[in-house]
C-alpha cells in the first residue's frame, strides 16, 4: 500500500507536486485510514495562506523543508488498525490531509469519536484533532456526505460568527456587512443572520455573483463592490471580511465612521491579502472560531453546544436541498492529475458559487 499526497510551497501557494510513498508500518497504538472524499473550497485556500501564523501546517507535517499539506474536511475509512478500541471498517468524519491515507494515535476514546494524540499535535487545538465516528454522530446521514463535506465545517464557522456576534449585542449596531457574500461561510453567516429580527444583513461581492447571492434569500440587500459608496456612512455597522481583501477592507473602515467592530474570516482573495495597520476605526480582529467553541461549551456544556449545532446544521441542509431549486450543484474529482488542477482552479479564484468541489484520490466509493 502506498500513500499520494499533494504538497505545496508554503511561500508560494500556486507551486505544488504530487508525491508517492510505501506506507511505514503501523505502530502499536496506530490506525491507518483511506481518506475517501474530501471538500476543497475557498476554506482551505485560508488555511494555506494562513499556514504559519495559524499552525494550520502543523497538523500534518510534510517532512520536507518548505512544503505543507492542506488540511481538509471530509470522510475516510479504517484500513488498518493496530489500537484496540478502534475496528477496521470505522467509518470517521474529520479533519484529514490532502491525500489518499493518513496514521493517526486515537486517545480518549468515547462511543462518539476520538482524539488525535500524536506527539506533533499536542499543542495544536483540540477541534481540529476530533475525529468523529459516524455509526454514532447525529450530524450524519450517509446520503449527505458530500454535502457534509462541503458545508459541515464552513457552516460550524458561519454559526459561531453569528453567536459571537449575537453574544455581544452586535457591539451596538443593528447593519452586518459581508464581503465575499457568496462564499459559503459568508452564505451560512448570513442564513444565521438573517434569522434574528432588527438585523440588516448586507452582503457585498463582486457584478458576476450579485445574481447568485441575491436568490439565495439570505440576504436583506446585495451590493457590488464598487456600490459601497451607496451606504450611509454614519450606519453604525460591522464588518466581517471573508476575502481578505486588505484593500477594500481600509474603503470600509474609511468610508463608516461608525463602523462598530470588524473581523476577518477568510482569505478568498489571496493575492490581495494584507495587514491592518493604521486603519481608522476599530482594530480588526481574526476570527478564530475555536475560541467561541471554548467559550459555548463553559457557558452551555460540549452536550448543549452539539444541540445547537445539530439542530442548526438540519435546518440549513433544508434550506440548501431545497426540491423546488437546489442552492448547490456538487462536482467530483477523482485522482491525483484531477486533485491539482481542482486545488489551482479554487486557488485562482475559478470556482462558481453555485458549485461544491469533492475531491479523492481514490474512485469515489459509495457511501456506508
Same mark, same amino acid.
Given at each position: ?14 507551486t ?10 503501523l ?8 481518506v475517501d ?8 485556500? =485560508?488555511?494555506?495562506a ?7 501546517w502543523q497538523f500534518?507535517p510534510?517532512?520536507e ?5 492542506v488540511p481538509?474536511?471530509?470522510f475516510?475509512?479504517v484500513v488498518?488498525?493496530?489500537?484496540p478500541?478502534?475496528?477496521v471498517?470505522?467509518?470517521?468524519y ?15 476514546? $468515547? ?8 506527539p ?10 476530533q475525529v468523529?465516528?459516524?455509526? $454514532?454522530?447525529?450530524f450524519? #446521514?450517509? /446520503?449527505?456526505?458530500d ?8 457552516? #460550524? ?9 449575537a453574544? %455581544? ?7 452586518v456587512l459581508?464581503?465575499?457574500a ?6 451560512? #453567516?448570513?442564513?444565521?443572520l438573517?434569522e434574528?429580527?432588527g438585523?440588516e444583513?448586507?452582503?457585498? $461581492?463582486? =457584478?458576476?455573483?450579485? &445574481?447568485?447571492?441575491e ?7 446585495v451590493l457590488?463592490? /464598487? ?7 454614519? #450606519?453604525?455597522c ?6 481578505g ?5 481600509r474603503q470600509v473602515?474609511?468610508?463608516?465612521s461608525e ?6 474570516v477568510g482569505?478568498?482573495?489571496? %493575492? ?9 476605526g476599530?482594530r480588526?480582529a481574526?476570527f478564530? &472560531? ?7 461549551q ?8 452539539g444541540?445547537?449545532?445539530v ?5 440549513f ?16 474529482h477523482?485522482g491525483?492529475?484531477?486533485?491539482t488542477a ?10 462558481e458559487?453555485a458549485?461544491?468541489?469533492v475531491l ?7 457511501s456506508?
Amino acid at each position: 500500500m502506498s500513500q499520494t499526497t499533494l504538497l505545496v510551497r508554503k511561500d508560494q501557494l500556486g507551486t505544488t507536486r504530487i508525491a508517492t510513498a510505501d506506507d511505514a508500518p503501523l505502530a502499536p497504538g496506530q490506525i491507518r485510514v483511506r481518506v475517501d472524499r474530501f471538500a476543497l473550497t475557498a476554506n482551505n485556500i =485560508t488555511y494555506a495562506a494562513f499556514g504559519d501564523a495559524m499552525q494550520y501546517w502543523q497538523f500534518w507535517p510534510s517532512g520536507e523543508e518548505g512544503w505543507g499539506i492542506v488540511p481538509v474536511w471530509g470522510f475516510a475509512r479504517v484500513v488498518q488498525s493496530l489500537h484496540p478500541g478502534v475496528a477496521v471498517g470505522e467509518r470517521l468524519y474529520g479533519y484529514w490531509p490532502m491525500a489518499s491515507h493518513a496514521v493517526l494515535q486515537p486517545d480518549r476514546l $468515547t462511543a462518539a469519536g476520538f482524539m488525535d494524540a500524536a506527539p506533533h499535535r499536542a499543542g495544536l487545538h483540540a477541534v481540529y484533532n476530533q475525529v468523529t465516528r459516524c455509526e $454514532t454522530d447525529p450530524f450524519y #446521514t450517509a /446520503d449527505s456526505e458530500d454535502l457534509q463535506c462541503i458545508l459541515r465545517p464552513l457552516f #460550524t464557522t458561519s454559526w459561531l460568527i453569528d453567536d459571537f456576534l449575537a453574544d %455581544n449585542d452586535f457591539f451596538g449596531a443593528r447593519t452586518v456587512l459581508l464581503s465575499s457574500a457568496s462564499s459559503k461561510t459568508a452564505w451560512g #453567516t448570513a442564513f444565521q443572520l438573517a434569522e434574528r429580527k432588527g438585523i440588516e444583513v448586507i452582503g457585498l $461581492t463582486s =457584478t458576476p455573483h450579485r &445574481a447568485f447571492c441575491e436568490g439565495l434569500g439570505c440576504y436583506h440587500r446585495v451590493l457590488a463592490y /464598487d456600490e459601497l459608496g451607496t451606504l450611509d456612512a454614519t #450606519t453604525p455597522c460591522v464588518y466581517v471580511d471573508f476575502s481578505g481583501n486588505a484593500g477594500f477592507r481600509r474603503q470600509v473602515h474609511e468610508r463608516f465612521s461608525e463602523l462598530r467592530y470588524s473581523c476577518s474570516v477568510g482569505g478568498t482573495h489571496v %493575492n490581495q491579502l494584507g495587514g491592518a495597520k493604521d486603519l481608522p476605526g476599530p482594530r480588526p480582529a481574526l476570527f478564530f &472560531a475555536p475560541a467561541q467553541v471554548k467559550k459555548r461549551q463553559a457557558d452551555w456544556g460540549p452536550g448543549e453546544l452539539g444541540k445547537r449545532l445539530v439542530t442548526a446544521w438540519h435546518t440549513f441542509r433544508q434550506h440548501v436541498e431545497r426540491p423546488d431549486r437546489p442552492l448547490l450543484q456538487v462536482q467530483t474529482h477523482q485522482g491525483a492529475e484531477a486533485v491539482t488542477a481542482a486545488y489551482a482552479g479554487m486557488l485562482a479564484g475559478h470556482a462558481e458559487p453555485a458549485q461544491g468541489h469533492v475531491l479523492s484520490f481514490q474512485p469515489v466509493t459509495a457511501s456506508a
